[in-house]
C-alpha cells in the first residue's frame, strides 16, 4: 500500500512541488528577488523541510527493507526430496517451534549412513507453541513481521518481529547443527 501511494499519489506531487519552485527560482533569480523572499521565510519552514526530508529517506530505507525480506527474496528455495522427509523433531527460537528435518534415505541405501549436516533443513512455516498449528507471517507498517495462530481457540501472537520466517530460518539451522553434534554421541540418526 505505501508503494502504490508513493508511486502513483505522493511522488507526483514532490514533482510538481520541486519543478515550479525551480521555475520561480530561476526567473526570480535573475531580478534577485528570491533572496529577499527567501530572507523572509521564518526558520521553522526550513527546519520542517529537512525534517520531512529525513522522514522520507527513513521511508524509503524502511520501504526496500520490507521488499527484500519478503517471502524468500535472494534465497534459494528448498527442493523436495523424492523419497520425502524424515522429521528429526522441533526446536525452539524465538518462542515458535521450528521443525527440523533431513531428507529421507534412498531405498537401495546400505546400512547407516552418517548424517550430513549440510542435509539439515527446516521448516517454513514454524509452529504454534500452544495448538501446533502453522502460524502466519503479517508485515505492518514499520517493516515488521507479526507472527499469529490461524486456529479459532487459539489467540497466540508474537509481534513486532525484526526478521521475516526465511531470515530466522538460517539462525534456526546454525542451531539445530549445533545440537546434533552436540548429541551426535548420545544418539544415532
Not at 8 to 37: C, E, K, Q, R
Not at 54 to 65: A, C, T
Not at 113 to 130: M, Y
Amino acid at each position: 500500500m505505501i508503494g502504490y501511494l508513493l508511486e502513483h499519489y505522493i511522488n507526483p506531487i514532490i514533482v510538481l512541488f520541486i519543478v515550479s519552485i525551480a521555475f520561480s527560482a530561476g526567473t526570480d533569480t535573475t531580478n534577485g528577488v528570491l533572496f529577499s523572499y527567501l530572507e523572509k521565510v521564518p526558520s521553522i519552514y526550513y527546519m520542517l523541510i529537512i525534517a520531512f526530508g529525513i522522514l522520507w529517506i527513513v521511508g524509503i530505507f524502511i520501504y526496500k527493507r520490507r521488499q527484500t525480506q519478503k517471502k524468500g527474496i535472494g534465497l534459494i528455495p528448498t527442493g523436495h526430496p523424492i523419497h520425502g522427509w524424515k522429521i528429526l523433531g522441533n526446536i525452539e527460537y524465538k518462542d515458535v517451534l521450528w521443525t527440523m528435518r533431513i531428507p529421507n534415505r534412498t531405498p537401495w541405501s546400505i546400512g547407516k549412513e552418517p548424517l550430513d549436516l549440510d542435509d539439515i533443513d527446516i521448516k517454513i512455516p514454524p509452529i504454534c507453541p500452544k495448538c501446533n498449528t502453522e502460524l502466519n507471517q503479517k508485515d505492518n507498517v514499520f517493516g515488521l513481521y507479526n507472527w499469529n495462530c490461524p486456529h479459532p481457540k487459539c489467540s497466540y501472537k508474537k509481534r513486532w518481529n525484526f526478521s521475516s520466517w526465511y531470515s530466522e530460518r538460517e539462525t534456526v539451522k546454525k542451531i539445530a547443527k549445533t545440537d546434533i553434534r552436540s548429541n551426535s554421541k548420545k544418539r544415532r540418526i
